[in-house]
């Protein structure tokens, strides 16, 4: 059984090199895969009307939905989605035409909507809602609904956000190496 890759008005996904797509995945349009990407059990990246992109070594886990907004409706151009490199994206989290930095831990069933930008450095906590056009700076847990600061990283958090990202490049390879 193969993952779903399927085009949409000409665009089809671009894969990097090594990357994971679990079979019950399903990744359309105008879509980007960095190298060693891993796309988990249920996970639907639809970049229909607009772009999305995700970076080096970052993983989308299972259940979890990365859409965008269409051109000319927002704003003449839209949003796109771009998730940076060493990204963690927890289970059945939404995130929705909006840009996510580095070394990022968006938490378990977190909602991310248009517009929303998240810096560098940054945990989501497990279902935190962050509105549209709401900005999340860097090196801070961000809680509740909708998403506030709760406290700085710590140096063990700020090193955790690069093993996370580590853990799910290793674990995909084990995937990937099973598959034979």
Partial sequence: M???LRSFQ?????IGDSVYLDPFSTVIGDVTLDDDV????????RGDVNSIKVGKRSNIQDGSVLHVARKGEATVEGYSLVVGDDV???????LHACQIGDRVLIGMGAIVLDNARIDDDVILAAGALVPPNKH???GFLYVGSPAKPARKLTDEEFAFLKRSASHYVKLKDEYIAQRG
């Fill in 88 to 94: 963690t994206v927890g289970h059945k989290a939404m």
């Fill in 38 to 45: 891993s796309i988990w059990p249920m996970c639907v990246l």
């Fill in 10 to 14: 000409n665009y089809f996904p671009t």
């Fill in 136 to 138: 999340l700076a860097s």
């Fill in 2 to 4: 193969l993952p779903v």
